[in-house]
């Protein structure tokens, strides 16, 4: 069997690094073809020369010379800017796609990759939340897979492995509940960002972090969920489940209900997407059931944390409104980060941006593009009055 050549859109994330951990135990399966990073050069030039891919992408052009000299004496090649990320995707060196970008620019590379028929590794979710219509489609069209990377996806992925054309009555995404779980709002209006960061589970990248604080991370899930697995908004569940052991699950009209369970690891999710449909042995931690003598459930504070009920409304709504909400939410959580704003103030931002940007019905390629760049500029301008 030939070695799987992966592409990494975004190497030096939290996905990213991970994702070479697992190409690395298993040297005799996978090989790397592409790396990308953004920014970070210095972590880039350190993966490539570890693993030699053919091609490496540095999205912020003033870092190119810097990548670009380290790397000569290697036999890699070396681009810069993010149209070279969208044109390395359709290389013929690159057999599956890991699109571990963070927010909406993973969604040009994830189309093109498509169009140039990779299949997808999906750790992107913005993409599907973004232009999920759009995706799908032209996965159907060229014949590409869809493989999901975010832990509560590829439960419900692996729950429908050998289900066949088993209709599902529902789908249950579960949340650990982020680090406020239970506070009130009273509390969530003075929160730094240091306590924000600290997620009592999982191990992520600052956005996601914030994301999964907010519960948007769960509510842009939901959107996902809706067009990986062709569901509607009333076919999906969110249920609190603190331990995050059970990572989500599926319900069949015979009420039978399939879990996915283990320990917390994106590990295992990745290296499921890379090799499909095979497992791989693995020296992951083994879950021990004497010591979760409890795993409990509730159901989410949708009044405290609006963001999922915000994600709900746009996936009712369709057209660009669920674009709209992925905009507005980067711009705010970049804005909590920087101190700029309040945690409360990130679903404040949101819900100005949907009354005030266009809505579009069925909206072209374009019109996500127009849309991400109008609510941007708008959360941007209401951030600054608020500053």
Known sequence: ??????????????????????????????????????????LLIEQAVKFLPKVVVIGNESFYDKVSAALSSFPIKVYGGNSALVSVVESDSIDIVLTAMVGYAGLLPTIHAIKAGKNIALANKETLVVAGELITNLAKENNVSIYPVDSEHSAIFQCLTGEGN????????????????????????????????????????????????????????????????????????????????????????????????????????IQYALHYPYRLKSSFPRFDFAAYPSLT???????????????????????????????????????????????????????????????????????????NEATRRFALEMIQVKV
Request: charged fraction near 20%; aromatic fraction near 8%.
């Open 1 to 42: 069997m030939s070695k799987k050549r992966i592409a990494i859109l975004g190497s030096t994330g939290s996905i990213g690094t991970q994702a070479l951990d697992v190409i690395e135990a298993y040297p005799e399966i996978f090989s790397v073809g592409v790396l990308t990073a953004q920014n970070n050069a210095d």
């Open 297 to 371: 459930f509730e159901k989410p504070d949708l009044e405290t944390f609006r963001n999922l009920a915000i994600a709900y409304q746009a996936l009712e709504k369709r057209g660009n409104a669920a674009c709209i909400v992925n905009a507005a939410n980067e711009i705010a959580v970049e804005a909590f980060l920087q101190d700029r704003i309040g945690f409360l103030e990130i679903s404040d931002v949101i819900i100005e941006s949907i009354a005030k940007i266009g809505y579009v019905e069925n909206p072209t390629y374009l019109d996500y593009v127009n849309t």
């Open 166 to 269: 088993n209709p599902i009555e529902k789908i249950i995404l579960t949340a650990s509940g982020g680090p406020f779980r239970g506070k009130e709002s009273s509390f969530l209006a003075s929160v730094t960002k240091q306590q924000a960061l600290k997620h009592p589970n999982w191990s992520m990248g600052a956005k996601i972090t914030i994301d999964s604080a907010t519960l948007m991370n769960k509510g842009l899930e939901v959107i996902e969920a809706k067009w990986l697995f062709d569901l509607s908004a009333s076919q999906i569940d969110v249920i609190v489940h603190p331990q995050s052991i059970i990572h989500s699950m599926v319900q069949f009209e015979d009420g039978s209900i399939k879990a996915q369970m283990g320990l917390p690891d994106m590990k295992l999710p």
